[in-house]
T-cell receptor, first 111, second 114 residues
């Protein structure tokens, strides 16, 4: 079946540190991959996406590359800010079937 | 555009009570869905709809009913609330099921069942 595994948190970083949140997936076919972010007290919002192998999604300084050979879609940011503190969800869309989410990784950035 | 709206923001129920969580979107999206979010469990799909008059079950549908009589509205009904249904509920929509990976989420309803 389709599934997403992401690193367990919480992740605590100092401001300006480098961020990596690992995400691997299992899927049939060629899914699209997504990162969603949930700020405290809010719903999820789409952060970035990639629809085919080797695509790089990017937004707000975050990047993730769709790696078919390693079935991964790791989220990275070169220099995190306190405002990046949130829960990050990796997700995949196998096509015309419902989106599948990982369990989420909580990031806390301290000044 | 208001986007996806949910009411109420917070609700306390007693075991056995019923209630309806409201969800509406003004983006003319065909695809709508309901998730519950529990600590350590991520988001789990309860029900979804690919258009007015069409609904289907997700991963955790037991204890919940949905209907989709209009494109805009997708209410979630709890038939007889149980403490296990204490959760945060999110409604989401997308243009259609072919691009349903790009979803717009409401702000959530926090439900406590005593």
């Amino acid at each position: 079946g389709n599934s997403v595994t992401q690193m367990e948190g919480p992740v605590t970083l100092s401001e300006e540190a480098f961020l990596t949140i690992n995400c691997t997936y299992t899927a049939t076919g060629y899914p699209s991959l997504f990162w969603y972010v949930q700020y405290p007290g809010e719903g999820l919002q789409l952060l970035l996406k990639a629809t085919k192998a080797d695509d790089k999604g990017s937004n707000k300084g975050f990047e993730a590359t769709y790696r078919k050979e390693t079935t991964s879609f790791h989220l990275e940011k070169g220099s995190v800010q306190v405002s990046d503190s949130a829960v990050y969800f990796c997700a995949l869309s196998p096509g015309n079937t419902p989106l599948v989410f990982g369990k989420g990784t909580r990031l806390s950035v301290i000044a | 555009n208001a986007g996806v709206t949910q009411t109420p923001k917070f609700q306390v129920l007693k075991t056995g009570q019923s209630m309806t969580l409201q969800c509406a979107q003004d983006m003319n999206h065909e695809y709508m869905s309901w998730y519950r979010q529990d600590p350590g469990m991520g988001l789990r799909l309860i029900h979804y709809s690919v258009g007015a008059g069409i609904t289907d079950q997700g991963e955790v549908p037991n204890g919940y009913n949905v209907s989709r009589s209009t494109t805009e509205d997708f209410p979630l009904r709890l038939l007889s609330a149980a403490p296990s249904q204490t959760s945060v509920y999110f409604c989401a929509s997308s243009y259609n099921d072919r691009v349903q990976g790009t979803q717009y989420f409401g702000p959530g309803t926090r439900l406590l069942v005593l």
